[in-house]
């Protein structure tokens, strides 16, 4: 099946659709990742803090995928940011997932108690090894994203909640203006784009599901890829099929006006502060 990607460099590239694989354990994270590989999904999100690393790597070993044909991200908790910390926990997930080489590895959430300088070293030390391929964060600010690039302009992405309830024009401007990507987590608001009117509407005059409209409303973006997080092989394959809906520009329109909404989902306690949207 085909899958557009984004293009990191000479030698990286990540397919426009990923499994995302938070709440997914045991059992249920085997079977699901090695379904979705089998089914064509080359991209799979995991994290020390989804403490389901292992059940990763015995899915992709299940699948028996040559190693350099699937994308494998994880992402080191944000107690762990300091130099030693990053290299030994990243070698613990290595030997959690059972591979050699993590394709992208991302700062879980920003700390501000740990310089960003500690925890850039210790990715060009892990990517000096081979022991990742590329680097990057997750719900960075922009303030965040200028503060490192200040330090090392060599990470790849931002991870950030991006769906229809929730603009993130500033950080994706940022992204496209610097030559990096977007990864949209809860592409799906966590199941709400199912229940929605506007894009129950869109999907009937498309043929499709209201998740495929909102996962192809983010996918013909510039530089945005999503990681939905599915576990039955019907949603697994509705999803990864998203890429081939074609939306028309009143679609496209309805769905941007959802934006004003402006609803966040995940807002832990230690969250930064987020950039704010104006003029919606
Ligand atoms: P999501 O992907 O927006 O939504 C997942 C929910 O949608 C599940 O309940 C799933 O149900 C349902 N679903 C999936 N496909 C469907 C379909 N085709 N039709 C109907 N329902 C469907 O939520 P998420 O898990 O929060 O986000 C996705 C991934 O992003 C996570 O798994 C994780 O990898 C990443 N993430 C990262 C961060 C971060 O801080 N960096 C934070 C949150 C999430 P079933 O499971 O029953 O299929």
């Excluded at 799906?188 to 129950?200: H, M, P, S, T």
Aim: hydrophobic share 40%.
């Amino acid at each position: 099946m085909s899958n557009k990607k984004i293009s990191i460099n000479e030698k990286l590239s990540i397919p426009k659709i990923g499994l995302g694989t938070w709440q997914l354990q045991g059992q249920d994270g085997v079977q699901t990742v090695a379904t979705a590989l089998d089914m064509g999904y080359r991209c799979i999100d995991t994290a020390q803090a989804y403490d389901n690393e292992e059940a990763v790597g015995k899915g992709i070993a299940q699948a028996g995928l040559p190693r350099d044909q699937m994308f494998l991200v994880s992402k080191v908790w944000r107690d762990k940011l300091a130099f030693d910390d990053v290299i030994r926990s990243t070698e613990e997930s290595l030997n959690r997932l059972k591979v050699d080489c993590i394709d992208l590895m991302l700062i879980h959430w920003p700390n501000p108690d740990v310089a960003i300088e500690s925890s850039l070293k210790a990715f060009d030390k892990l990517k000096q090894d081979g022991k990742i391929n590329a680097f990057g964060f997750a719900n960075f600010t922009t303030s965040h994203l200028n503060e490192a690039k200040n330090v090392n302009n060599d990470f790849v992405c931002n991870q950030v909640e991006y769906h229809p309830y929730l603009p993130q024009k500033k950080i994706l401007n940022w992204l496209q203006d610097n030559g990096k990507f977007l990864m949209a987590y809860s592409p799906l608001a966590r199941g709400k784009v199912l229940k929605d009117d506007i894009l129950q509407g869109i999907a009937e005059e498309s043929n499709c599901d209201a998740s495929q409209v909102a996962l192809a409303w983010l996918m013909r973006q510039d530089a945005v890829m999503a990681i939905p997080k599915a576990s039955s092989k019907e949603h697994l394959l509705s999803n990864l099929q998203s890429h081939e809906i074609v939306l028309s520009d009143e679609a496209i329109k309805k769905i941007d006006d959802l934006q004003k909404q402006n609803n966040r989902l995940i807002d832990p306690d230690f969250a930064p502060n987020w950039d704010r949207h104006e003029a919606l």
